[in-house]
Each structure stands twice: as C-alpha cells, then as structure tokens.
C-alpha cells in the first residue's frame, strides 16, 4: 500500500526555519517525481514545488522561490522542503504528493499524504 | 501564474448530472491537453479523478468525466450520489512547466 506521510509541521516566528519530511512506502519512491502543494483551511490549493525522480530537477512557485529548497533521498525513501525566511503567508497545510506512475513533468498527482500544518506567527 | 478560474459553488439532486468548468488561458488550459481534476473531502486530502482531460485512474467511477473546449475545461458528475459532496479543484499543466490549480468548487447534493 502507497503511503506517504509527513512530519516537521508546527509553529515558528516569523523570519525563522522549518523542514518537513515527507516518508515514502509501498512504491518504488526512486521512480516517481515529487510536488509539495500547500492549503491554507478552508482555502483553494496551491503548488509550492517539484522535484525529479532522481533529485536533478527542480522548480519553484515565485512566492517561494529563493526561500524553499526541495530535495530528497531515495536511499531513506524521503522528499523534503527546507523552508527559510518563513512569512505568515506561509501558513497552511503542506501537502506531498507522488506523480502518476510513468508521467514526469505533467503534475498529476495520486498519492498524497495526510498534511503537515505550519503555522508562522510570533 | 493565475490560478485557474471555476465556480465557487455549484449544487444538484442525487440522480442528477452536474457540469463544473474550469477556464484557464492559452498558456494553461488551452496550450495543453494536461488538465487534472482532484476531489477533496472536508480535512482529506485531494483525490485524482481525472488526468490528461479525459482518463480516469483505476478505481475512480465512470460517473466522472472530463472534457476541454478552448481555455476552459470541464468536470461532468453524472448520477449525483450524496458521497459526491466535496470540494473539486481542475489543475493545468503550464507554459513555465509548473502546474496551476483553480479556486476551487463546493458541490453541495441537495
């Protein structure tokens, strides 16, 4: 069974560092690209960032860019999001989401993990 | 990047069909025929419905469809079932190859 389930969510002032993980099972996590997509509750969902299945490419949202690093470690099945100079825009769910099995760039995404809420405030 | 534009709401009795649109631009929706459709329940997360306009994963209902006319993509639920009642979000593969997603649309089943 896929299973995709993240840690490192929780509160931070602003200005300051938090990386989520993201642990992957039940599929061959090297194979698959990777998208964190963010929820702000009860608001519409927003793309954050991708990564290849090998870690070679990456891209960002504007709004993160600079910021955010997204990376992974297919020997510890783990993607991350290393997020700095955190805004309380950035506040919402954070959410990992495997592509579809054979897609790559095109962003549909199957599996998802249940959220990590990072709440930036002082 | 715009987010995709669809309906806040839309609404229809079990048995009924429901159509929810989704219009992007010539650098989204109208570029490319990569349009998804997610379904999310309250505090779920999103589920594929429907990818490359058109095809449904294994396990989703024929009930689902999908279609695309220009800029602007749409989402047909037939057969309204009371289970059916979530949020919808379209997404769109994108001239800068980074997805966009739409607003969002609550499905209320009267």
């Known amino acids: 069974e896929v299973q995709l389930v993240e840690s490192g969510g929780g509160l931070v002032q602003p200005g300051g560092s938090l990386r989520l993980s993201c642990a992957a099972s039940?599929?061959?996590?090297?194979?698959?690209?990777m998208h964190w997509v963010r929820q702000v509750p009860g608001k519409e969902l927003v793309w954050v960032s991708r990564i290849s299945s090998d870690g070679s490419n990456t891209i960002y949202a504007d709004s993160v860019k600079g910021r955010f690093t997204i990376s992974r470690d297919n020997a510890k099945n783990t993607l991350y999001l290393q997020m700095n100079s955190l805004r309380a825009e950035d506040t919402a769910v954070y959410y990992c989401a495997r592509v579809l099995d054979g897609y790559k760039e095109r962003p549909y995404c199957d599996y998802w993990g249940q959220g990590a809420l990072v709440t930036v405030s002082s | 990047q715009s987010a995709l534009t669809q309906p806040a709401s839309v609404s229809g009795s079990p048995g009924q069909s429901i159509t929810i649109s989704c219009t992007g631009t010539?650098?989204?929706?109208?570029?490319?025929?990569?349009v998804s459709w997610y379904q999310q329940h309250p505090g779920r997360a999103p589920k594929l419905i429907i990818y490359?306009?058109?095809k449904r994963p294994s396990g989703i209902s024929n009930r689902f469809s999908g279609s695309k006319s220009g800029n602007t993509a749409s989402l047909t639920i037939s057969g309204l079932q009371a289970e059916d009642e979530a949020d919808y979000y379209c997404?769109?593969?994108?001239?800068?190859?980074?997805?966009?997603f739409g607003g969002g649309t609550k499905l209320t089943v009267l």
């Open positions: 490359d306009v058109t």
């Open positions: 997404s769109s593969y994108t001239r800068t190859t980074t997805p966009v």
């Open positions: 039940g599929f061959t996590f090297s194979s698959n690209w």
């Open positions: 010539s650098n989204d929706v109208g570029g490319y025929n990569y």
